[in-house]
Structure formats: structure tokens, C-alpha cells
């Protein structure tokens, strides 16, 4: 790998935790105050997350197993915010039966 290379997956790889933190943080608001703009910008933000990974996987020059990793990661990033939100809601649901 050439330090240009280096530099261009370091980059799109840092992009893509961004972009994919970002839908969390979008969607997360956006169910909990019932806004559909912040759907839309998190809707969006997934997108991006999306495409820098197929770019990661067309254009570096990591070896198949790491692209293959990354794209799977970032197809798991849409289920990690609706999953992890309804079990914070249902934990905070059964604090009220304990009291």
C-alpha cells in the first residue's frame, strides 16, 4: 500500500465511522422527539455511510477479507440504533413497574 493509499483509506474509513455515528445520533432524536427532519438527515447520513464503504471496497487497496469486513459493518449499522433504542426504552418502562 503507497502512503497516498494509506492516507485515502484512513480517510474514508474515519468518514464512515463519522457518517455512521451521525445516523445514530439522527435517529435516535428523531424517534424520540418525533421529528421526521432528523429521520431524514439520519436516513441520509446512512446513505453516505453506505457509499463510503462501497468505496472502501472499490477503490482501496486492502485485501478482500478487510472490504468484505467493512461492508458488512456498515450493513450492520442500520440495525444498531433501532435495536439498541427499544432496549433502552424497555429497560426504562420496566424502572417504572419496579418503584
Do not use: N
Request: glycine share 10%.
Amino acid at each position: 500500500m503507497t502512503p497516498e493509499a494509506l492516507i485515502q483509506t484512513a480517510v474514508m474509513m474515519g468518514l464512515l465511522v463519522l457518517a455512521g455515528g451521525a445516523w445514530s445520533l439522527l435517529y435516535c432524536l428523531g424517534k424520540t422527539r418525533t421529528r421526521a427532519d432528523f429521520m431524514h438527515m439520519a436516513l441520509g447520513c446512512y446513505i453516505v455511510a453506505l457509499g463510503l464503504a462501497v468505496a472502501i471496497g472499490v477503490y482501496s487497496p486492502l485485501s478482500p477479507g478487510w472490504k468484505a469486513l467493512v461492508l458488512v459493518s456498515a450493513l450492520a449499522y442500520a440495525g444498531i440504533p433501532p435495536i439498541t433504542l427499544r432496549y433502552l426504552e424497555q429497560i426504562h418502562d420496566h424502572e417504572g413497574e419496579e418503584a
